[in-house]
């Protein structure tokens, strides 16, 4: 590839073809402000300031712009979307378009009067997050005192106001052998379902990643433990169990491929293919500021970047396996290889998946250094105070 | 190996069983899309066309017989066999959380 190279340009009606469908689902970040400071955050290490955030009009814009692009599912997300004062009037817009509205949130800053609001308001579903069942090792991890207990109490109104809940457990080396309680504990708050999920290496966890990951053989033993739970709970509780990539054999059909299903919005609009994307270089993220949802999700350059097959190199291009996995994770892909059309690290047949394996056991052996919390940094001096 | 409390258990379904749709899932024909779904809590599944006319008899009313003798005639096919069709699938419902107990 050269500078000369023409961008492959394509019409509408040839990408909805070629993508086959609209996005299923769209990842509202509705703010980067947590109170918890979690060293695995998802958010990017640049965080994004509250004063460049979306208006409730703009939020409430991309609600309705979500629903006529046929998005079902709205995933209200940040930071801690409950941080938003009016993440009610979003919630509202978003149920009366017809969007399945799903919070996903840590709890601290709910109010059971608030979630009652919410839930008149449509909104149908809970994902409750926790860092541990052992109080003291919650706080460490989140940097965030008696957090274990509002979410207890958080749990218990969702299910007061017969609501579906979800736990989701990030799982890593500094709670991993918790597992059993970590799901004893979903099933006694009452969770219809449970993502017991080993920590992805991006962003922070990537800045994280020789504190927080776990052995190869601590990594098995949460495989038989959630085989033997989801057996025992059947009819009870669903799992669903995210593996660490890097004892993995295969990759993850990342965002079930590229551009093809699932879209993300910063807090300040910035349209995203996946919520690590900013990570690569070479994409331009348009905004919801600028360009309609329907025009960024068919043609924005960033979406049609990694979109389909036609961008993989061996030896994904004749592999059988793209048809379920894409060629896996671009940003592992770059971040391992300085090429984001690399087959991802974490399937075997990459050249570097013997290095890729290598990095976690070593990690793992290791003494595990302290977390670098998540955080916002520093405002630089030079910065105007806001009128 | 854990004595874990367990305050709920498995929906276990019968020919006597009355299920229903919990609100929070909802069955829905997307008219872009062609066909009909089931939003759930983070999941979307599409059901094929028998999961279909059953479903939009579950209404917490009905029970599964009564189900089942709606489907023999409207597809002219003998009750018995429908029978264990109808309960297996509906099983496999309720563990997803698809169908409760009405």
């Known amino acids: ?387 | 190996m854990s004595d874990v409390k367990q305050p709920r258990s498995r929906t276990i379904v019968s020919a006597a069983s009355v299920l229903r749709m919990p609100p929070h899932i909802k069955l829905r024909h997307e008219a872009g899309r062609g066909r009909w779904i089931i939003l759930g809590p983070e999941r979307v599944f599409e059901p094929d066309e028998p999961a279909v006319a059953v479903l939009k008899r579950c209404d917490g009313v009905r029970s599964v017989t009564q189900i089942v003798q709606e489907l023999s005639k409207e597809y002219d096919a003998p009750a018995a066999e429908i029978e264990t069709d109808v309960i297996g699938m509906f099983q496999e419902l309720a563990d997803k959380g698809v169908v409760v107990a009405a």
């Open chain 1, 1 to 387: 590839m050269n500078d000369l190279t023409p961008v492959q340009t394509q019409d509408a009606d040839e990408v909805l073809q070629s993508c086959g469908r609209a996005p299923v689902g769209l990842l509202a970040e509705l703010t980067h402000k947590c109170p918890l400071q979690c060293p695995y955050c998802s958010n990017p290490v640049e965080l994004e300031r509250a004063n460049t955030e979306l208006t409730t009009a703009e939020w409430q814009s991309v609600m309705r712009q979500a629903a006529d692009l046929g998005v079902l599912q709205i995933h209200l997300s940040g930071g801690e979307p409950t941080a938003r004062r009016d993440l009610e009037d979003i919630v509202k817009v978003a149920a009366e378009v017809g969007l399945y509205t799903n919070l996903i949130t840590a709890g601290v800053l709910l109010t059971k009067e608030r979630l009652a609001k919410l839930k008149d308001l449509g909104l149908d579903h809970v994902q409750l997050s926790i860092q541990d069942v052992d109080d003291a090792n919650a706080e460490r991890i989140s940097a965030y005192k008696g957090g274990l207990q509002k979410k207890r109490d958080v749990g218990r109104w969702v299910k007061e106001l017969d609501m579906p809940l979800t736990v989701n457990a990030p799982l890593h080396r500094a709670n991993i052998e918790n597992l059993p309680n970590i799901i004893d504990f979903a099933v006694e708050l009452g969770a219809g379902r449970i993502e017991v999920a080993h920590v992805q290496y991006y962003a922070w966890a990537l800045k994280n990643r020789a504190a927080l990951m776990p052995s190869r053989a601590q990594v098995i033993k949460t495989a038989h433990i959630v085989e033997e739970a989801k057996e025992r709970l059947k009819g009870i509780m669903t799992f669903d169990f995210v593996v660490p990539d890097y004892y993995a054999k295969t990759p993850k059909p990342c965002m079930g491929g590229w551009g093809r299903g699932i879209m993300n919005v910063t807090p300040s609009g910035r349209v995203l293919p996946c919520h690590a994307a900013e990570s690569l270089p070479g994409l331009e993220f348009d905004n919801v500021r600028e360009k309609t949802l329907r025009d960024i999700w068919i043609n924005g350059q960033s979406f049609q970047k990694y979109r389909g097959f036609e961008w993989m190199k061996e030896p994904c291009q004749t592999c059988p396996k793209r048809e379920f996995d894409y060629g896996g994770c671009r940003c592992q892909a770059f971040a391992m290889t300085g090429d984001a059309t690399n087959t991802d690290p974490a399937c075997s047949l990459s050249p570097v998946h013997s290095d890729f394996v290598k990095i976690a056991e070593e990690a793992s052996k290791q003494e595990a250094p302290a977390f670098v919390y998540r955080r916002m940094a520093p405002v630089k001096a030079k910065a105007p105070a806001e009128a």
